[in-house]
């Protein structure tokens, strides 16, 4: 299919030539009776377009407050985006009008919410539902719409799209209906996709399913997409680069292949080891010891020390940067190239 031709935002007469997306040190905190909690404290990352980024970690450590901010749908009070830049084609979203970034929300940048399944309305046939779209922001008729949304339903593999257009979300098993929140998501074009946790709610069979229409999708529109998950293993295929989060921070970036061969920052480590392999059966699996963070309370030094098995004096002092450790490796660890070559301990 072609890609609808959209103009760069930044509507000069210079294309920009940097990353399509790019966050660069974006900090979110929330004000809560208890406390701030920085969601995200520092996350850069960039994605291009035909290219898939993994963001990869635990639960709490600010995959989704990240991209619910590059979409600007960020829940604020009580959260407040306290610095960092966050370009879409060069132009800065973080200081963009509303009314311009209401534009690019759906038809430059779109997302596939972790909650999906509910995020569809009990009350409206689908076909209404992914007709919506173009009803909305493309002005097209019931009758045109509707013929739109079966496009969709076909270009998501959904059986007899014709026949179901006005069936409801129920009469749909959860693969299915994943598939009707990718259509929504697809629908206007987007040039960046944010799947947050897109297979999370199904089972393993389904995953696999969802997972290649993602990359089919991607590779026929040529669109960028962000893949948010704390499966390492439902990466490997599909993704090109990953970004590694820990307690609001990136710790590590890597291509795929590097990352898996070797992982140049402890937390990534932990998580490699804690994939069940076949050859481990009957064996207890490894668990990184310890607890996720309390952002209210960071611990001092890099924020993994307490569950760090490499952990020396300055690390419960002194924060790592994300630095470069080979080629297009990034990771924030004082012992980094020690964890690498693997003489760190
Ligand atoms: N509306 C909110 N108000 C207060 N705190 C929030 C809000 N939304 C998120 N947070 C906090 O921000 C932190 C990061 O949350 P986020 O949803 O980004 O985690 P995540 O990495 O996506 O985790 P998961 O894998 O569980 O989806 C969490 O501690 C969460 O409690
Ligand atoms: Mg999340």
Known sequence: MTKAVTEPVSSGDRPY????????DLQVE??????VAKAVNGVTYSVDAGETLAVLGESGSGKSVTA?????ILDMPPGVVRGGRIRFRGVDLLTMPEAERRKIRGEGISM?????????????PVGWQIGEMFRVHRGLSKKQAYAKAVELMDRVRIPAAKQRLRDFPHQFSGGMRQRIM?????ALDPEVLIADEPTTALDVTVQAQIM????????????????????LGVVADVAHKIAVMYGGRIVEQASVFDLYAKPAHPYTKGLLDSIPRVDQKGQDLFAIKGIPPNLLHMPSGCAFHPRCVFKRDNCTTDVPALLTVEGP???????SREVLDGVAG
């Open 17 to 24: 030539s940097g990353s399509l997306l790019e966050v660069e």
């Open 212 to 231: 290649d229409l993602l990359a089919e999708l991607q590779r026929e529109s040529n669109m960028a997409l962000i893949l948010i998950t704390h499966d």
């Open 329 to 335: 490796r990034r990771s924030a660890c004082h012992y």
């Open 182 to 186: 990718i259509a929504m998501a697809i």
């Open 68 to 72: 619910q901010t590059i979409m600007g």
């Open 30 to 35: 929330f004000r809560t009776q208890a406390g």
């Open 112 to 124: 596939i919410f972790q909650d999906a399944l509910s995020a569809l309305n009990p009350l409206f």
